[in-house]
């Protein structure tokens, strides 16, 4: 793999070892900020806005971030989004209104856009195409667990000191992570490309909509439709959760992280095990058409469970499947034939983004009507989902027979 500005190699190990210690400090402040909204006496409202601004700025940025990844390289985002990130959580550490509170939010979405983009795109130029598949699934199965460990720490300093020194051990963890990834990091992108991407005089807008059209269409748009409905499901339901344990089982935020370190570690298993078979057997879009009806199903079992327990163990059993479809759709982008790698991967998040945008806040007004109504409008979503992608089937089985009978002419 050549290299550009650094002489460090760029290979995948490097960069989970980046991203798993990234995962795990950009999730210890998730499982105390239903405990900072509810000391602050405000709502769920709030706390499902707050998740929406951010997902909105990730949104609005994806597309700017995997742009500036194409033209300057995929490590300089990663260093930059990381400390920027930071940043954001030193505002947040200190906001106490609204106003504050909100504006914290969108300066973490701006940043986190860019190393979730970046490292998307990372793991695409760093590994051969048939191993994209596996190397997709470990990298979100490793994340995935690091995340649910910083959870687990987050929520444990939390209970036991406060909220303040959660934040205050995040922000000394994210510096370092940044300091690590400055040294062990090479870039991924050739050189020769980024080359090619700075001489385009035609290249001057951050948002290239012409070059992103080229992309999105036909299947492809049907593709990212899924992509927004599945992240309106999860994350909305994911949203309501949080706060639910807290406001009605009145848990504490450790148990918040005992709980996503559990499901993380089953996940990581999950990934490691079932994903590969799967992914070695079926196609990703017929696994995820058996994966997301299962999904719709554990969130209704929820629903009908009598006592904390049951209801607890069904939903762990969701937060499996969970875990186990968002590699399978990452597999189902790189199948997208395209030299703008990095557009690719900052519209595959900006999509994601959009149903983190919408599903919390959605989910936060249906809240008030009863608890209960996220975990039957996110079962309802997945449903919804799982027939956009029977439609992307179709209309991909169209496209590869007109493909093929204009090869035969």
Not at 198 to 221: E, H, N, Q, R, W
Request: overall charge positive.
């Amino acid at each position: 793999m050549k290299t550009a500005k650094t002489s460090r190699p760029a290979t995948l190990q490097r960069l989970l070892l980046f991203y798993c210690c990234l995962g795990f400090c950009m999730n210890m402040v998730h499982p105390v900020t239903p405990t900072l909204v509810v000391e602050l006496g405000f709502d769920s409202t709030l706390y499902s806005a707050l998740s929406s601004t951010l997902a909105l700025t990730n949104f609005l940025c994806a597309p700017l971030w995997g742009y500036l990844s194409d033209r300057h390289g995929r490590r300089p985002m990663l260093l930059i989004g990381t400390i920027t990130y930071a940043c954001s959580q030193l505002l947040f550490s200190q906001a106490r209104t609204v106003p504050v509170l909100l504006v914290a939010r969108l300066c973490g979405g701006i940043s986190s856009a860019g190393y979730l983009t970046a490292s998307l795109a990372y793991v695409v130029d760093v590994s051969p195409p048939e191993r994209r598949g596996k190397n997709l699934a470990i990298y979100t199965a490793l994340f995935s667990i690091c995340s649910s460990f910083g959870y687990l720490g987050g929520g444990t300093i939390g209970t036991r000191f406060n909220v303040i020194t959660v934040f205050y051990v995040q922000l000394t963890l994210l510096c370092l992570v940044t300091i690590l990834g400055y040294f062990i990091l090479g870039e991924s992108r050739d050189p020769e490309q980024m080359a090619l991407s700075l001489a385009d005089k035609t290249a001057k807008k951050f948002y290239d909509f012409k070059a992103m059209g080229a992309i999105i269409k036909g299947s492809v748009a049907i593709f990212m439709v899924s992509v927004v409905l599945a992240s309106f499901s999860s994350m909305g339901y994911d949203n309501a959760f949080n706060f639910y344990i807290k406001d009605v089982l009145n848990f504490p935020p450790s148990y918040n992280g005992y709980i996503k370190a559990t499901t993380g570690t089953l996940g990581l298993i999950a990934n490691l095990t079932l994903n590969l078979w799967l992914m070695k057997r079926f196609a990703p879009q017929n696994t995820l058409l058996v994966i997301f009806p299962c999904m719709a199903a554990a969130l209704f079992v929820a629903t009908r469970m009598e006592t904390t327990l049951s209801f607890l163990a069904v939903c762990v059993v969701f937060y499996l499947f969970n875990s186990i479809y968002m590699p399978i759709q990452q597999t189902m982008m790189t199948q997208i034939k395209t030299e703008n790698t990095g557009m690719l991967s900052g519209l595959f998040n900006a999509a994601k983004s959009v149903g983190s945008f919408a599903g919390p806040l959605f989910m936060s007004f249906v809240y008030k009507r009863g608890v209960m109504m996220p975990f039957y409008c996110a079962s309802i979503s997945f449903l919804v989902t799982t027939a956009v992608l029977l439609v992307h089937r179709a209309a991909l089985k169209k496209e590869q027979a007109a493909a093929a009978e204009e090869v035969s002419v």
